[in-house]
């Protein structure tokens, strides 16, 4: 069947159904079909979402184009500064927040109420200092409440400037089951970036234990991290990977809390039984975090943090690995450990520049290092991409 073929056909069936159903009835069963159409389209897309502020942004796009509206802004009720937030911009999206009971955002997030202003500056609850910030003009406004699982208020949906006239009450009926589904997902996003935060301070937490102990060594862990992120952000690694690599780097030595005092902190060179003693902290490091419960995508961790003393010839330790066998998560922060503990001040010799760091490291490119590691943290060096800021 070709498509004028196929379109007679459609065209005949919607009119034997509109004779059947009548005009009225038709345009609301057409009407009802394309809400579950947009509501399915919107809940595969949240679904795939990734972190609070992308949805934030993937809601807003979704929403302003099913109310055919020029924007759709979310504000999220921040209860602890009695505050509306709220994300503007694309790449560097700016943050900008008021008062959680100032303008026509802040009526619906008190009230609880739809408003659906058809002129906002004739309206005495609209707040312009918005548009001021923004650049932007508003003239039409329709805002619906966000509603949480037990019914409270945590944000309001707002849609500005509908093309082609006022918003309508099919616009208010469906911004408000979009906003039921939305505040499921937003909802859902903030657990995840404060059990993630929450996970984040307690490694912070961890590593400043180990930091804590010797003044001299103090901020290593953070350094380490901040120099492994950026060169596995610039090998391209995957998003999960770069988290596995932020958070091995960031608990690399924490076996050392299993280190005595007197060798850790000697300031004269190790005997041979001491370097045995300080070489189990990799050991340690690892039986701790394999007591972790961590999330499947985060269940590398342990190995990653224990095996970056490995090195490429198999000179290494604690399992003499060589070459592939090695992870490149580990042989990233091999890397960047050797880098920050030679830049840095230690009991036995003062720091070199980055400039000497870099050469003594470069010497051992392919041999006991990556070479592709240290070609990427010589160019964040000459192009200063990483400035730690510990």
């Known amino acids: 069947m070709g498509k004028g073929e196929f379109e007679e056909v459609s065209g005949g069936l919607r009119g034997l159904m509109k004779r059947f159903f009548g005009g009225r009835r038709m345009e609301r069963l057409e009407t009802k079909l394309e809400r579950h159409r947009i509501l399915l389209k919107l809940s595969h897309s949240l679904s795939e979402a990734g972190g609070l502020r992308h949805l934030l942004q993937l809601i807003a796009d979704q929403t302003g184009s099913f109310l055919k509206a020029e924007r759709a802004i979310v504000f999220l009720l921040d209860r602890k500064n009695s505050e509306l937030w709220s ?66 208020t945590i944000g309001v949906l707002q849609v500005l400037n509908r093309v082609g006239g006022a918003f309508t009450e099919d616009d208010e009926e469906l911004l408000l089951v979009i906003a039921s589904q939305a505040s499921v997902s937003v909802e859902n996003a903030i657990f995840m970036d ?62 050392k809390i ?14 041979d039984e001491e370097m045995d003693e300080v070489r189990e902290h990799v050991n340690i490091t690892r039986r701790i975090l394999e007591r972790v419960d961590f999330e499947e995508e985060l269940v590398d961790i342990p190995q990653i943090a224990a095996l970056h003393h490995e090195r490429l010839d198999g000179s290494g330790y604690p399992q003499g ?44 490119s392919g041999t006991e290092f990556d070479s592709q590691v240290v070609r990427v943290l010589c160019t964040l060096m000459e192009e200063e991409a990483v400035i730690s800021s510990a």
Request: proline content about 3%; charged content about 30%; aromatic content about 6%.
């Open 194 to 255: 404060t059990r993630r935060q929450m996970f984040e301070n307690l490694l912070k937490a961890l590593a400043d234990t180990i930091d804590m102990r010797d003044p001299t060594t103090a901020g290593h862990s953070k350094k380490v991290m901040e120099y492994s992120v950026a060169i596995a952000q610039a090998m391209a690694l995957s998003e999960n990977e770069v988290l596995v690599v932020r958070y091995a780097a960031y608990l690399h030595d924490y076996g």
């Open 87 to 152: 994300i503007f911009g694309e790449g560097e999206a700016r943050e900008i927040r008021f008062p959680a009971d100032r303008g026509i955002a802040g009526s619906v997030a008190t009230t609880g109420q739809v408003i659906n202003a058809t002129d906002a500056y004739k309206d005495s609850r609209f707040n312009p200092e918005i548009d001021k910030k923004t650049g932007y003009r508003t003239r039409s406004m329709l805002t619906v409440p966000m509603k949480g699982k037990g019914g409270e």
């Open 258 to 271: 299993g280190v005595k005092d007197a060798i850790l902190l000697k300031p004269g060179k190790l005997t």
């Open 321 to 364: 690995l060589s070459g592939e066998d090695i992870p490149i998560g580990a042989r990233i922060i091999a890397v960047a450990d050797v880098f920050d503990a030679l830049t840095s001040k230690r009991h036995y010799r003062a720091s070199m520049s980055r400039e000497e760091a870099l050469t003594l490291i470069e010497e051992k």
